[in-house]
């Protein structure tokens, strides 16, 4: 039999806590005696609520005294909470040698179909933002408030001085995605699931599969299926963003320019003839200068103000819907989230052939796990060992995971309790989320998820290193004379207030 | 203006008075089937509402009115006049998906109809719900319908407006049976329509269904509205022949019947209708496949329409059975006795007989589903008690069953995994709501003595809730009798707090409050003399704070444990005949639902960033179709 070569290996792996955010460094280091060097992999670097990046140029500057080199950066999705430290502690990686960077699929500007998703996300991004320059849009009852908090994983953050929440495209978010796809200065990768399983950068018995993205592949009629859900829905939604333009014409009002552009696509999207539309009372709607659609009065002024009356009349202003119809941007913004963290790089590194598994999902939601189920490969022997290529599946690979970094911050969509958590059986199941209780709430999102939380100890045993509590908040969820805990507790490192350390393998 | 006014001949119309409808044209299924050959015959139907008097422009009338305003267009759309008499000589404008003033006429048309087929199944009068202000509740006479509310692919019922509201969305790029990228009207999808009034009609009787303890409560909402719609497709006789003969007399096989919102469900890129209550079109093969009843489904399926969907399907089996069984013997005379139907087209007097069955059948069904609300516990209800509902209705109107149709009900429910947590045996006697124990019945009838102010009262809420009265007075006397209730309720109840599944106050329990009688309505039965009779239902509820389960010690959230009793009095002995309880000192209900408010929702982005604050019951409608793909975690 050929010796198990990844148990030459061990992980250790860094869980910063910054905040709201993501950031690992793994550190792979052959023991004693074993062949290979040492690779050093950062997955992510980023966090919400920072908003002059203090606390992520921390981090990033622990990173540089711990590792001059980072053999590869990898960032799962282009969320502000994953990757503000390229944005805010840019000068500091810059001045640190990194050897690779991989990037999900998605962001490949040589992929067609990905380019086309990323220019209609753009769009609609560019359209809420106008939205949200709307006060009576920020102000709607229907939650809507919520939409500009949810924002900010786009990069969009606390106004400084004389600006608006919410309202300011963050020129940090395209500075971080541009330094990390500079291929002039290092490689850059793009991955997704049809990538061939490859060793860790040379590194024996250690192999990394990409389980998502999955690649996207033009289908029928010439649109995208960008999140296994129906193709057609999406287009739906789609068009509701042209309504969504139509209500930024309206409400924040354009310039001469876009005016004309925009005059047929408005005109196209009224539901009736002009001559069956009236103008509504001015004071009706609070409407600013509007660019409005062309009507004939087929109402006269009496019929019109008898029709308001009755609208609005004798304190039924409570009845009105003036912005019912605006919900339809809380919809396009759960899309717009929901596309991104599903194009996540979701990574398993395995240690050894049929060894344990590291599980970094990234963000990944339950449909991007629903794809997971069918993936395999075909795994040849490591250089210079006998054998015929392995078959594994994603599946096998879930139900190896020693240790599982939480997708999502633990939230109720993320990770799949059949079809994931509760697929894996190892007895030493550790996981590592990064997450803010207090930073959540503070934006009123439901972070953790308190029943998935409950779960996950439940499968962990109580091994569950939370970034926002305390090593002795650790230890109150073990049994001390427990020897799996003792083991895990030795395999720890707390003696830093600014991250966690475990040590697997 | 007045028709009366501007006729030569006003003397003769008073002799004659008011005609007793108003024939208006409708889409019988929605635009899209005006386009296929098939289909375009019978999907245009005029139906006869009720006439109103002081009809108003938009049409606004005694119980709805239509406002026309379309705030994303910034426009309004000029408020249809029904009683023109150029519209009235042509049974309304005629159905145009590019005329707003069909639209208007449309939604209407089919919300009258809703409401009607509700009065005449309860045999009293429909009141939406009040609107809580701080001076208290305020009548609501009409429903708003704004036909042109949204830009989206929605409908919903705003409990907070007290107001329909409709949206309009461009069709997905697919062909079919629409115009690609053309714009779909929800608010001329009758089923769309007629589901949504029923929200509101079913709020206005059990305003705290809208209050979920338990996963079928939205569920029940959803389920109860496609209901309705469903068996509206029955009251047009047209598209029932052409049904029948086109499934040749077997409603259990693929046909419109059975189907909801072809439209909204092709528009939005599905194969076939938003919801189909026999089967579903496989999306694989593309063909449509009955669906077999599973009673496991009940256990897995947690999303409101899906959950729901499983009570339409066990109530459409039911009315098959019965359909079935009162068309045996038809069958049988056609066939010389083999019940063998030769091949080829039905003889067309077969057809109208059958049809005039399923008429019947489907009325009788929609009728025994009303009628269950008033015998439907006002807190924490579930799939289980609205069966028990149903059964002990239908066994007080209709003593006699020899049709069998409680036991198609009892098999049908059976069958697709519904029934009571708490009865020994699915039996029609143990699924009867139990009589109060017999110390207890009395406890009215102690109250309230003869000849007493009470006993007044309560006579004249009973003669004033007559199909004919005034509504607003209704709602007065209810207001009144509401309040003199309460003071028995408080002074005389705490005795028997145990019985009645209330809990006195001396328990001393956190954010307990007191009994309120919530509401308060007849019920309508036959005596054994058989005459016709009505009873009290009074329905007195209860809340307490109760700590979520969930093992972090970090989560100090709370939810409301309700509970309380439906009292149905029998007015004539003041006899206490049923108390439908929903014990406040009951320990296994309250860990279910402290179960369910771990689970609160289902997983997904939505409840992650738009958490909705504590006791929220805004807009619970709005949102319900969400993004797909997201929801098969069961946390």
Known sequence: MTPTVGTGVTVTIRMYRQGLGDCFLLHFAPKAGAAGAEVWVLIDCGVLADEDGTRIRAVAEDIRATTQRLDIVVVTHAHWDHISGFAHARDVFESMEIGEVWLPSTEDPGNGPACALKARRLRELSTLRGLLQSERVRNSPLMIPSVASVMRLFGECTPREGEREGTIPSAEFESALAFLNDATKRTVRYLDSRDQPAPLAGLLGVRVYALGPQRHEPVRGGTLNPDGGSNDERATLDLGVAFLAAAQAQLVGMDEADQLLYKDVLEQLMPFEPHYRCPVEPTLLELGAAPGPSWSASLSPKARARTTKSYLGSGNAWRSIDDDWLGITRTLTLALDQDINNSSLALAFELGDNGKVLLFPGDAQLSSWNTWNLLEWEVPPEPGAAGSPRKISAVDLIRRTQVYKVAHNCSAGATPLAKGLDMMQRADLVALLPVSATAAASFDWNLPHQPLLARLYERARGRVLRSDQTVQWLDARGEAGDSVWQNFRAHVRDDNPLYYEYTAG | ?635
Not at chain 2, 264 to 277: H, I, M, N, S, Y
Not at chain 2, 302 to 321: D, I, N, Q, T, Y
Request: proline fraction near 6%; charged fraction near 20%; glycine fraction near 6%.
């Open chain 2, 1 to 635: 203006m007045s028709t009366a006014e501007a006729s030569p001949n006003v003397a003769m119309h008073e002799q004659m008075g008011a005609p007793p409808f108003r024939r208006l044209r409708v889409y019988a299924f929605d635009p899209s089937l005006d386009t296929q050959m098939e289909t375009a015959v019978v999907n245009r139907a005029t139906i006869k509402i009720p006439w109103e008097d002081n009809l108003g422009l938009g049409p606004i009338g005694e119980y709805l009115e239509v406002i026309d305003i379309d705030p994303a267009s910034n426009c309004m759309y000029a408020p249809i006049d029904l009683n023109h008499p150029y519209v009235l000589a042509e049974d309304g404008i005629e159905p145009s998906e590019g005329n707003p003033q069909f639209h208007q006429q449309m939604v209407y048309a089919v919300a009258m109809t809703t409401i009607k087929s509700f009065e005449t199944a309860l045999g009293h009068t429909a009141l939406w719900a009040a609107h809580d202000t701080v001076q208290g509740s305020k009548f609501i006479q009409r429903l708003r319908i704004y036909p042109h509310a949204l830009r989206a692919a929605n409908a919903y019922y705003s409990p907070t407006k007290k107001a329909l509201l409709f949206g309009y969305f461009p069709a997905s790029a697919r062909p079919d049976r629409h115009l690609p990228r053309g714009l779909v009207f929800t608010c001329l999808s009758h089923d769309v329509v007629a589901h949504e009034t029923t929200h509101a009609l079913l709020d206005g009787m059990h305003r705290r269904f809208l209050q979920p303890s338990n996963a079928d409560m939205l569920a029940l909402h959803e389920a109860f509205a496609d209901i309705v719609a469903l068996f509206q497709h029955f009251t047009l006789p047209e598209v029932l022949r052409h049904q029948v003969a086109k499934t040749r007399g077997d409603l259990a096989s693929e046909n419109l019947l059975g189907q909801l919102a072809q439209q909204f469900g092709e528009a939005t890129g599905r194969f076939g209708a938003l919801r189909d209550a026999l089967g579903a079109v496989n999306q694989k093969t593309g063909v449509w496949e009955p669906t077999k009843p599973d009673p496991s489904a009940l256990s897995t399926v947690f999303e409101p329409h899906a959950r729901g969907s499983l009570l339409v399907a066990a109530v459409f089996s039911a009315f098959v059975s019965i359909y079935k069984s009162r068309t045996a013997d038809l069958l049988r005379i056609a066939t010389s006795g083999t019940g063998v139907l030769p091949s080829g087209a039905l003889h067309p007097d077969l057809v109208n007989r059958l049809a005039s069955e399923a008429a019947k059948s489907a009325r009788h069904v929609l009728y025994m589903c009303i009628r269950a609300l008033d015998y439907c516990p006002a807190v924490d209800v579930t799939f289980g008690d609205y069966l028990r509902a149903l059964i002990t209705a239908d066994c007080d109107l209709v003593p006699d069953d020899d049709l069998g149709y409680r036991i198609a009900f009892i098999e049908a429910f059976r069958r697709h995994g519904i029934y009571p947590r708490d009865v020994r045996t699915l039996s029609v006697d143990s699924l009867r709501w139990q009589p109060l124990a017999s110390a207890y019945r009395e406890l009215f009838r102690n109250a309230v003595p003869d000849d007493s102010e009470m006993q007044h009262i309560l006579a004249q809420l009973l003669r004033s809730w007559d199909l004919t009265n005034n509504r607003e007075r209704i709602f007065d006397t209810v207001e009144s009798c509401r309040a003199k209730l309460q003071d028995w309720a408080t002074t005389l109840l705490p005795g028997h707090a145990k019985e009645l599944g209330l809990q006195s106050a001396d328990a001393a329990l956190p954010g307990l409050h007191a009994y309120a009688v919530a509401g308060v309505r007849p019920a309508r039965r036959v005596g054994p003399d058989g005459q016709s009779r009505a009873d009290l239902v009074v329905e007195i509820v209860q809340d307490r704070d109760e700590a979520c389960s969930n093992s972090t010690p970090d989560d100090k959230r709370s939810f409301k444990f309700r509970g309380g009793c439906t009292l149905i009095i029998d007015l004539e002995s003041r006899r206490i005949r049923y108390c439908i309880r929903k014990s406040m000192g009951s320990v296994t209900r309250l860990q279910r639902q402290r179960d369910y408010e771990a689970k609160t929702m289902l997983p997904s982005l939505e409840t992650t960033y738009f958490r909705p604050p504590k006791d929220y019951v805004g807009e619970p409608f709005a949102f319900l179709h969400g993004l797909t793909g997201e929801t098969e975690g069961l946390i």
